[in-house]
């Protein structure tokens, strides 16, 4: 859109209603003008090949597509299309002159109850899930379905898509994901189709193919009075077109990246306890990852759009290397046997970092030794506690209860059939060998990963911490204490030392070469 339509609708007086303010937030395919009370949302002219609104009158029909389709989910939200008009002297919203550009006129949603940031404080419950999944459900109860829809669940379709979005993907951003790993990726997804083949015809049969929302996350949907979920695909219909698992999966795909598979967990059972449909958990898995390469692809395009600052698109880019690093542990969590996995090494070595890379990727719990120290004390694990070196919060006695402690965890999940994260420092053999016999006691895999690097690796890591936005109280002036008391452990089959210097894509390749075999 020309800069000086841009400028215009920046100013108040450009719209119909009093306005005090306008600001200006940009996705990679609209424009929106958010005003006192509405919100005005302009599309692109762009063409991707998937979406084309290179024409004005593409983007005045998919502006009333988007209207039409978005009171199923949210009536009441969309106002209609209103045409911004340029005269001689003005650009206005419905004003006077010829129509140059058309938006959608929304009404404005509260943001703090918007679900990504209700996510990222959480401050998100289960019966708010809940009420999410059976919305989702009734929709999809009563979506339609037809020949020209259920087509678009046949197996041959579903993998001409999983392809072209792997295609799709801006080498500017898979050059910073391993490509082995996206190759990987590639490969099960053709598997998983060709092995599901026959319950993917089964599905159409039964008329789960039906006309859904396609763009179901957290950034659209807000936990107002009643919930609203919004912004569903108006550009491109077989984006739409689905199984209804793939719908569902957008927002247990989404859950998952915001850290909390305990919400989706919920979401699915809340889901199929409506629906019947408990067949749909054997198709999840796929459609997880698919939607996952969707985000990533999103964010992706996002990130070369040089009309979107220069923070906004590195925001972009992390987001979509986070995307495919999900995508990558969703296909590998169906091959992880139930595991303990520890994580080892002197402060700065980067265990936590690793170990909530891989928690992330896989969907798995980290028992932390600095988060269940200080909440046995009944402090919050945010709060610095500059302690010297083994006293107060740190002495012995502290130290082995928070080991003891993390056992116990530990012992439950392997109990009940889950793998886990234990994150702490293993200073000596007798906290090793707790863990290590815990595991084989239960008959479950085990292993260790020491990392290890300079003391200047260590110093700068160290150096770098923001204490009071972490756990951690490690810091520069204990590490030597530390060093000097650490007992580093023997390397074997169990044991495998980590080259803490190497990249954190690199390290997570290593562990999984590891713990899957």
């Given at each position: 859109m020309d800069q000086q339509i841009i400028a215009a609708l920046l100013k108040p007086s450009a719209y119909p209603e009093p306005t005090q303010q306008v600001r200006l937030v940009q996705t990679h395919v609209s424009y929106l003008f958010i005003t006192d009370r509405y919100v005005y949302k302009v599309k692109k002219a762009v063409n991707f090949g998937f979406l084309d609104f290179s024409q004005l009158e593409q983007r005045q029909y998919f502006c009333t597509e988007e209207v039409r389709l978005n009171t199923r989910l949210c009536p009441g939200m969309y106002l209609g299309v209103v045409a911004i008009c340029q005269s001689a002297d003005r650009i206005a919203i419905d004003g006077d002159g010829t129509a140059i550009e058309y938006a959608v006129k929304m009404q404005r949603l509260p943001a703090e109850r918007m679900l990504n940031n209700l996510l990222a404080t959480q401050q998100v419950t289960t019966a708010e899930i809940q009420a999410i999944a059976r919305i989702i459900a009734e929709f999809h109860r009563t979506a339609i379905s037809n020949d020209e829809i259920s087509r678009n669940g046949l197996p041959e379709v579903l993998l001409e898509n999983w392809s072209e979005n792997l295609q799709q993907l801006p080498p500017d951003v898979t050059s910073n994901f391993p490509r082995a790993d996206l190759q990987q990726i590639n490969q099960w997804g053709r598997q998983f189709l060709t092995t599901?083949?026959?319950?993917?015809?089964?599905?159409?049969a039964n008329g789960f193919i039906r006309d859904c929302d396609g763009d179901i996350h957290s950034e659209n949907i807000c936990l107002a009075e009643p919930v609203r979920i919004f912004d569903c695909i108006e550009f491109n219909p077989r984006f739409r077109y689905s199984d209804t698992a793939a719908d569902l999966a957008f927002l247990l795909m989404d859950l998952d990246y915001h850290r909390r598979p305990d919400l989706a967990e919920v979401a699915v059972a809340r889901y199929t306890a409506i629906t019947g449909d408990n067949e749909c958990r054997a198709l999840l898995p796929f459609y997880k990852v698919y939607r996952a390469l969707i985000r990533a692809k999103v964010e992706a395009l996002r990130s070369q759009d040089q009309q979107c600052s220069t923070r906004e698109r590195q925001e972009s880019t992390a987001k979509a290397t986070a995307y495919l690093r999900l995508a990558r542990g969703l296909t590998l969590r169906q091959q992880l046997p139930v595991t303990l996995i520890m994580m080892c090494g002197l402060m700065g070595c980067g265990k936590t970092t690793l170990a909530t890379a891989l928690a992330y990727e896989l969907g798995l719990p980290v028992i932390r030794s600095d988060v269940i120290r200080k909440e046995l004390a009944g402090i919050v694990p945010l709060a610095p506690m500059l302690t010297e070196y083994a006293t107060g919060l740190y002495a012995p006695q502290q130290t082995s209860q928070t080991y003891?402690?993390?056992?116990?965890?530990?012992?439950?999940?392997?109990?009940?059939?889950?793998?886990?994260?234990?994150?702490a420092s293993f200073g000596n053999q007798e906290q090793r060998a707790q863990f290590a016999n815990l595991a084989a006691e239960l008959g479950r895999p085990w292993y260790l990963f020491y990392l290890t690097g300079s003391d200047d690796l260590h110093m700068v890591r160290l150096r770098a911490r923001n204490h009071g936005a972490d756990a951690s109280d490690g810091r520069v002036e204990l590490y030597g204490q530390q060093k000097q008391q650490f007992s580093p452990p023997a390397i074997d089959a169990h044991t495998i030392q980590l080259d803490a210097s190497r990249s954190l894509d690199t390290l997570l390749h290593d562990v999984y070469q590891v713990i899957l075999g």
């Open positions: 599901n083949h026959a319950l993917l015809q089964k599905r159409i003891a402690v993390m056992a116990q965890q530990a012992r439950m999940a392997l109990q009940e059939n889950a793998s886990s994260i234990v994150d």
